[in-house]
């Protein structure tokens, strides 16, 4: 089955610094969406990405699909203490719309 | 976005007993998710709460083991049958906006389940 690479699994930054990670696949998706997840929440849809090349922001998040349509990253700018957690990314593949393949995570630390 | 809670938010149950999980949002939905998140894990769907007919499970989840109901198009519920510590996990619902695109999905708060 469909399968994402999420990369990479943590990362401990200083407060303040740029964050960026991605997903890959071996086959193609149709979209790309971005969630956070804190400690003991569901997690928290951040940005959804439709079109191959399509560059999103949501205030510091900026977000891409890649042209392949295999790929997509998240940039974090100037991160604060507040946007610790795990990130997930997820996709829906060709043969179904509604059904998401996550990623496996990436979890975010920030030392103030 | 829609608003969703579930019940209870966490639990502890013995091995060999059921427990049911329930999920409702303030506005209708058409499609509503179940996943489970195993400790430290990603997110892997368990099934389709389908309104007025049966759950679409994917591939090694059975009915018999997390049945569902759906009675309407705000409430669904998940039962975990036969608890075994390796259903030790955090449950979650999803459901799909209405007012936004099929793919985005809304999560609820999850229930983390421990089973000793």
């Known amino acids: 089955g469909q399968q994402l690479n999420q990369s990479p699994q943590s990362m401990f930054i200083q407060e303040g610094e740029d964050v960026s990670m991605n997903c890959t696949s071996s086959?193609?998706?149709?979209?790309w969406l971005w969630y956070k997840q804190d400690p003991g929440e569901g997690p928290v849809l951040l940005i959804a990405?439709?079109?191959?090349?399509e560059l999103t922001s949501n205030g510091r998040l900026t977000a891409q699909f890649g042209i392949t349509r295999k790929d997509s990253f998240l940039n974090i700018s100037a991160s604060i203490p507040s946007d610790v957690g795990i990130y997930f990314c997820?996709?829906?593949?060709?043969?179904?719309?509604?059904?998401?393949?996550f990623g496996s995570g990436t979890r975010l630390l920030v030392r103030p | 976005s829609a608003v969703i809670s579930q019940k209870p938010s966490r639990d502890i149950c013995q091995r060999g007993t059921s427990l049911t999980i329930q999920c409702q949002v303030d506005?209708?939905?058409?499609?509503m998710f179940w996943y489970r998140q195993q400790p430290g894990q990603s997110l892997t769907l368990i099934a389709t709460?389908?309104?007025?007919?049966?759950?679409?499970?994917e591939s090694g989840f059975v009915i018999d083991k997390f049945p569902i109901s759906r009675p309407n198009l705000t409430f669904s519920t998940l039962t975990v049958s036969n608890m075994s510590p390796e259903d030790s996990s955090i449950y979650l619902c999803s459901v799909e906006d209405r007012g936004g695109r099929v793919s985005e999905q809304y999560f609820g708060p999850g229930t983390r389940l421990t089973v000793t």
């Open positions: 709460a389908n309104q007025g007919s049966e759950a679409t499970y």
């Open positions: 086959s193609i998706f149709n979209t």
């Open positions: 997820a996709g829906s593949g060709v043969d179904s719309s509604y059904k998401l393949i």
């Open positions: 990405l439709y079109k191959a090349g």
């Open positions: 506005s209708q939905v058409t499609m």
